[in-house]
């Protein structure tokens, strides 16, 4: 669809809508009338950036700070201490209507909005992600549930009005806090999320993106966030496909150095062209690839306004997974890290080493071109099913700091108003991080690319040390940077701090 015919849509659409919009949003749980919701405060973003404001070399789009969390909002109390730390970035929230509107016409927003209140009163903005679940207004039995919450696959709705009158309401509600992103479902492609195709997916999109932008112009609609193991299948498939098979080994290989064999035989170790076939022929990967490709339909006739990606693998993976963004997304569109973490089977490790990792994951995405990055989960739940810490928490349970929490508030401390920008040229093989640049002075994020130590010379004024620790004057001899990253900072542009490494 162009983008006339697109707004004929949109004005249409608002009209249709604009009457059971504004009787949905203001339903409680026992059909009265709730207040409408709070304006917005001095947390809420102040606009909506174009697609395409993110990115290296500009400043980050929508947020001020491009380093977040998600987390457990039953905890708020053990978390908001920390959470002031990293102000300025983006949360999200999932809602399911089966659960706002558990009878027809009775709808209960109570606990969405002490959460969107919460986070406007934070200064962190607010996403939403709208799934469907299972119930009368998608008819059928659920196939699966999941958790305390008993959370269920999502399925198609049988009356497409009736969820976009659902849509609406929504976003009518939500607009006044700030809200202006919408994903719509999550990580369709596992079966215990999506009961439906891809083209029922592809349907329900497009259903949604209508009623979104004709109840806010200024809203962005987001995909569904397919899964970070479905993203590895997409990055070896496409490598493989060109003929470059030993790159899509190697793809395979530094992407699933966690995961193999953590799901049977759907993530096998793969050491040849035949074991990577073999692997990306089975019913789930295959099911993966083709709603990747829905979605990536979807980014191209722009339903779809911002790409949401889950990556919870080794930082090896970033660099090929940046690498198959760039060749599949529309140029401009922003690219957005919802779901970022670190997946760990067999073990917590060295919390030092796991730290360090964090910090390598999210500063590579960065420098990459992603504009906003959450970390899940925040802390993690001891009483999860797996029975251990498999991702890994930047704070304890009870809401303590750990050492990676400290790395985190350090790199949104660095990145807040700043804008960020890649390592010069003359850096590459040497140096991996990046820079973030606010007034005159540079904060860069550094460790060696090979592990062999690299020295920066000394510039004046400079300080350093470890992320997540005060800084201090760097040494007359310049500073050494190892496989640890370090901050480095001074009142000078990037490219004079890092001229003569040795």
Same mark, same amino acid.
Request: aromatic share 8%; charged share 20%; proline share 7%.
């Given at each position: 669809?162009?983008?006339?015919?697109?707004?004929?849509?949109?004005?249409?659409?608002?009209?249709?809508?604009?009457?059971?919009?504004?009787?949905?949003?203001?339903?409680?749980?026992?059909?009265?009338?709730?207040?409408? =919701?709070?304006?917005?405060?001095?947390?809420? *973003?102040?606009?909506?950036?174009?697609?395409?404001?993110?990115? =290296?070399?500009?400043?980050?789009?929508?947020?001020?700070?491009?380093?977040?969390?998600?987390?457990?909002?039953?905890?708020?109390?053990?978390?908001?201490?920390?959470?002031?730390?990293?102000?300025?970035?983006?949360?999200?929230?999932?809602?399911?209507?089966?659960?706002?509107?558990?009878?027809?016409?009775?709808?209960?927003?109570?606990?969405?909005?002490?959460?969107?209140?919460?986070?406007?009163?934070?200064?962190?903005?607010?996403?939403?992600?709208?799934?469907?679940?299972?119930? @009368?207004?998608?008819?059928?039995?659920?196939?699966?549930?999941?958790?305390?919450?008993?959370?269920?696959?999502?399925?198609?709705?049988?009356?497409?009005?009736?969820?976009?009158?659902?849509?609406?309401? %929504?976003?009518?509600?939500?607009?006044?806090?700030?809200?202006?992103?919408?994903?719509?479902?999550?990580?369709?492609?596992?079966?215990?999320?999506?009961?439906?195709?891809?083209?029922?997916?592809?349907?329900?999109?497009?259903?949604?993106?209508?009623?979104?932008?004709?109840?806010?112009?200024?809203?962005?609609?987001?995909?569904?966030?397919?899964? +970070?193991?479905?993203?590895?299948?997409?990055?070896?498939?496409?490598?493989?496909?060109?003929?470059?098979?030993?790159?899509?080994?190697?793809?395979?290989?530094?992407?699933? /150095?966690?995961?193999?064999?953590?799901?049977? /035989?759907?993530?096998?170790?793969?050491?040849?062209?035949?074991?990577?076939?073999?692997?990306?022929?089975?019913?789930?990967?295959?099911?993966?690839?083709?709603?990747?490709?829905?979605?990536?339909?979807?980014?191209?006739?722009?339903?779809?306004?911002?790409?949401?990606?889950?990556?919870?693998?080794?930082?090896?993976?970033?660099?090929?997974?940046?690498?198959?963004?760039?060749?599949?997304? *529309?140029?401009?569109?922003?690219?957005?890290? @919802?779901? %970022?973490?670190?997946?760990?089977?067999?073990?917590?490790?060295?919390?030092?080493?796991?730290?360090?990792?964090?910090?390598?994951?999210?500063?590579?995405?960065?420098?990459?071109?992603?504009?906003?990055?959450?970390?899940?989960?925040?802390?993690?739940?001891?009483?999860?099913?797996?029975?251990?810490?498999?991702?890994?928490?930047?704070?304890?349970?009870?809401?303590?700091?750990?050492?990676?929490?400290?790395?985190?508030?350090?790199?949104?401390?660095?990145?807040?108003?700043?804008?960020?920008?890649?390592?010069?040229?003359?850096?590459?093989?040497?140096?991996?991080?990046?820079?973030?640049?606010?007034?005159?002075? +540079?904060?860069?994020?550094?460790?060696?690319? +090979?592990?062999?130590?690299?020295? %920066?010379?000394?510039?004046?004024?400079?300080?350093?040390?470890?992320?997540?620790?005060?800084?201090?004057?760097?040494?007359?001899?310049?500073?050494?940077?190892?496989?640890?990253?370090?901050?480095?900072?001074?009142?000078?542009?990037?490219?004079?701090?890092?001229?003569?490494?040795?």
């Amino acid at each position: 669809m162009t983008r006339v015919g697109r707004g004929r849509v949109r004005a249409l659409a608002a009209a249709v809508l604009a009457a059971v919009v504004l009787v949905g949003a203001g339903c409680t749980s026992d059909g009265e009338q709730a207040p409408p =919701p709070a304006p917005p405060g001095n947390g809420s *973003p102040s606009g909506t950036p174009a697609p395409g404001d993110t990115g =290296p070399g500009r400043p980050v789009g929508g947020v001020s700070n491009p380093f977040g969390a998600h987390w457990d909002w039953s905890r708020y109390d053990q978390f908001a201490p920390y959470l002031a730390k990293i102000g300025g970035s983006a949360t999200y929230e999932e809602l399911t209507w089966c659960e706002i509107e558990r009878t027809s016409g009775q709808l209960d927003w109570a606990e969405l909005d002490r959460i969107a209140t919460r986070s406007r009163d934070l200064g962190i903005k607010l996403h939403l992600k709208i799934r469907t679940g299972v119930c @009368w207004a998608t008819g059928g039995t659920a196939a699966y549930t999941r958790g305390a919450a008993n959370k269920t696959e999502s399925a198609m709705p049988t009356d497409l009005a009736a969820y976009q009158r659902f849509v609406g309401a %929504v976003v009518a509600r939500y607009a006044p806090y700030g809200v202006r992103e919408y994903a719509i479902e999550n990580e369709v492609n596992a079966p215990s999320y999506w009961a439906g195709s891809p083209e029922d997916y592809v349907r329900l999109v497009k259903a949604a993106a209508e009623t979104i932008r004709a109840t806010d112009p200024q809203a962005l609609v987001v995909d569904s966030g397919i899964s +970070s193991v479905a993203y590895g299948m997409g990055v070896a498939d496409r490598l493989l496909k060109a003929g470059r098979v030993p790159d899509a080994v190697a793809a395979y290989q530094a992407y699933f /150095q966690r995961r193999v064999g953590t799901r049977g /035989q759907q993530i096998p170790a793969v050491t040849g062209e035949a074991a990577l076939r073999k692997a990306l022929g089975t019913d789930t990967n295959t099911r993966s690839l083709r709603f990747l490709a829905a979605t990536e339909t979807l980014l191209a006739d722009r339903t779809v306004d911002v790409r949401q990606l889950h990556f919870y693998e080794h930082f090896d993976g970033v660099p090929p997974l940046l690498d198959y963004l760039r060749a599949q997304t *529309p140029a401009g569109m922003p690219i957005q890290a @919802w779901e %970022v973490g670190q997946f760990w089977r067999d073990g917590d490790g060295d919390p030092a080493s796991r730290a360090a990792e964090m910090v390598k994951t999210v500063t590579l995405l960065v420098a990459g071109g992603i504009g906003e990055i959450a970390w899940l989960p925040l802390a993690y739940n001891p009483n999860n099913a797996a029975g251990s810490e498999v991702r890994y928490g930047l704070l304890d349970p009870n809401g303590t700091e750990r050492e990676a929490g400290a790395m985190m508030a350090s790199l949104a401390e660095a990145a807040r108003d700043a804008t960020v920008t890649p390592l010069p040229a003359s850096a590459a093989g040497k140096l991996d991080g990046v820079a973030f640049v606010r007034g005159g002075a +540079s904060t860069l994020v550094l460790w060696s690319a +090979s592990g062999t130590p690299v020295t %920066v010379p000394a510039a004046p004024g400079g300080q350093s040390g470890a992320v997540g620790a005060p800084l201090r004057a760097a040494g007359g001899a310049g500073t050494t940077i190892g496989a640890t990253p370090l901050l480095l900072r001074a009142d000078q542009p990037v490219d004079r701090i890092l001229a003569g490494l040795r």
